[in-house]
């Protein structure tokens, strides 16, 4: 018969031995009387050897199988650095590898208490949590000792008889041994069969703690990859968003190292600075800041000099890309974890906008009172007003068109904003409002926007104040640019308010009390001062005055009764 030459040795040597004993039955059936007894003997000898041969061969082909896998099992464990996968290909080898019906891996928790974290069947499925019957003493005692236990019939075992869970769960042959990593025990595994006894011997418990070995440097390194992972990915979503924080920040930011290179600019720094980040990052600073380098490389070199910041540096340049433009430095040491200076951080703010609705404030508070400035919400401007009580002032320049007929237009400025600046300080000295500007004439309120309980008298105090500053003023000048007001001053109510339209707007008083305080002050000569008599009724323990015909306003069907004022208290 010829033996098949795939077939292991191990089954080519108990074929030949069945040849042996097939030959031996014939022989023993023929009973030759030519063959000696002591050649029965040495077949019969050679049959039992033989049977010997085949059951250490099958016993080295095992060990052989097991060493083999042993060897694999480097190359199985190491093959993933997810935690999960690892631990799953731990599990499904050692049940292979020791004919388990079960197999269960603890591992320690945060806490440090061991808790199982997989668990794996003869069928390589999952074990569902409801079969989590183990014995607990087995486990402790590993943990305790970090030595190895197996027990072929944990029913019988001295060591474990009496124990309520082996008891309980009818357990048997177990094989539970620590998994360490230099000297640190990380869990155990812990491998059983519930049915028959003497599964595990020996051998298996030196196989699985071999096993055990390797597969704990593996989950460790899962582990440990799995931390690094897990810090990576929070670094990395820390990262992005200081990148968002950072590209948000409206203050321009640019660091650079101690050879003045820029290492980061955001988003804002670029559009400041006219240039895209990607072309300022890794420039010198004094390369990419060439208009504004002269004025910033001394305090650029003080503070790496002196260790400390440099706050509200402003700065004026002409950049290329923008033109004029006004900017705010603050620079300060850019220094690491062990407060070493690496370089310096500049934060720069862009003022060139602000500095423009500045100055065009100034302008308009030159033009409108400041008072009617803060009253003003841009959000809420509307046409339309509102009823209220105020002191109507007028003063008008005598003479003005006759005395403009003899100057240069540039000279004849200059002399009426002297006069004209004269009135306006003395109706601000009074906190009154200044309406307009008419030319030669000012128009000014008192009790609105701001109320002032008093708004008559500081009317009047402003006349005379603009009829003092006046005489001041021609202390000043020349003959021929002497110049006088006539001031008309009525108290009445008007509606102040918003006239014009959505393009065009006038905050101003409208009402009978600013026309009759205009006819009032077109009869009032060269520094006169006349009030009408609701005027006078109210101060009139605060002024000196004289009587004064009625007047025949334009518009009024009765005369207009009003004083001059000489001076008040």
Not at 106 to 119: H, K, T, Y
Not at 140 to 168: H, K
Not at 169 to 189: E, F, M, T, W
Not at 441 to 466: C, E, K, S, Y
């Amino acid at each position: 018969m010829t033996i098949p030459a795939e077939v292991s040795l191990h089954q080519k040597i108990q074929h030949l031995g069945r040849q042996v004993d097939q030959m031996l039955d014939v022989i023993y059936q023929i009973r030759s009387a030519s063959l000696p007894p002591s050649f029965y003997e040495e077949l019969t000898r050679l049959s039992s050897r033989l049977t010997e041969i085949a059951g250490q061969v099958k016993d080295n082909d095992d060990e052989r199988q097991r060493l083999r896998a042993l060897a694999g099992i480097g190359q199985v464990v190491n093959s993933s650095l997810d935690l999960d996968v690892v631990l799953q290909i731990v599990m499904d080898t050692l049940v292979r590898l020791t004919g388990a019906e079960r197999g269960f891996l603890m591992l320690r928790d945060d806490q440090g208490e061991l808790a199982i974290r997989i668990a794996r069947d003869w069928e390589q499925e999952a074990v569902h949590p409801s079969d989590f019957a183990i014995s607990r003493t087995i486990v402790n005692r590993v943990i305790q000792e970090e030595q190895p236990i197996l027990t072929t019939n944990a029913q019988e075992d001295p060591r474990f008889g009496g124990q309520e869970s082996i008891i309980a769960y009818n357990l048997r042959s177990i094989l539970c041994v620590p998994l360490l990593v230099k000297a640190d025990l990380i869990g155990v595994i812990y491998a059983d069969n519930r049915i028959r006894t003497g599964i595990f011997t020996e051998t298996e418990r030196d196989l699985l703690g071999a096993f055990a070995n390797q597969a704990a440097v593996a989950i460790e390194n899962a582990r440990l990859f799995a931390s690094i992972r897990k810090t990576l990915a929070e670094v990395t979503g820390l990262k992005n968003l200081m990148d968002n924080i950072f590209a948000s920040i409206v203050s321009g930011v640019i660091t650079s190292d101690l050879e003045d290179k820029i290492t980061l600019c955001n988003r804002a720094a670029a559009g400041i600075l006219g240039r895209s980040a990607a072309q300022l990052v890794g420039e010198k600073l004094e390369n990419s800041l060439p208009p504004l380098s002269p004025s910033l490389r001394q305090h650029l070199d003080q503070v790496l000099k002196t260790n400390q910041p440099v706050i509200g540096l402003e700065v004026s340049s002409r950049l290329p890309e923008r033109g004029m433009v006004d900017l705010r430095f603050n620079m300060a040491p850019l220094k690491d974890a062990e407060q070493a200076t690496q370089g310096v951080a500049i934060v720069l703010d862009d003022l060139t906008e602000k500095k423009r609705l500045e100055g065009q404030r100034r302008l308009f508070e030159r033009m409108v009172s400041p008072a009617v400035i803060d009253q003003l919400n841009p959000d809420d401007l509307q046409l339309g007003g509102r009823r209220v009580e105020i002191t109507v002032l007028f003063a008008d320049i005598r003479g003005f068109t006759s005395f403009s007929e003899t100057l240069q237009p540039e000279r004849l400025v200059a002399v009426l904003n002297r006069h004209l600046a004269a009135a306006a300080d003395a109706v601000l000295n009074q906190e009154g409002t200044i309406d307009k500007f008419l030319g030669d004439a000012i128009m000014a309120w008192f009790n609105a926007p701001i109320p002032q309980p008093d708004h008559t008298t500081r009317a009047v105090r402003a006349a005379v104040g603009l009829r003092s500053a006046i005489q001041e003023l021609h202390a000043e000048l020349p003959p021929e640019f002497h110049l006088s007001f006539g001031v008309g001053i009525h108290t009445g109510e008007a509606v102040l308010g918003l006239v014009g339209t959505e393009k065009r707007l006038e905050y101003t008083a409208i009402g009978d009390c600013v026309n009759t305080a205009k006819r009032i002050q077109e009869n009032a000569g060269p520094g006169e001062i006349l009030v009408s008599a609701e005027v006078y009724a109210r101060i009139r323990d605060q002024v000196s005055v004289l009587h004064s015909a009625p007047i025949l306003a334009k518009g009024k069907r009765e005369p207009v009764r009003v004083y001059q004022v000489v001076s008040v208290r």
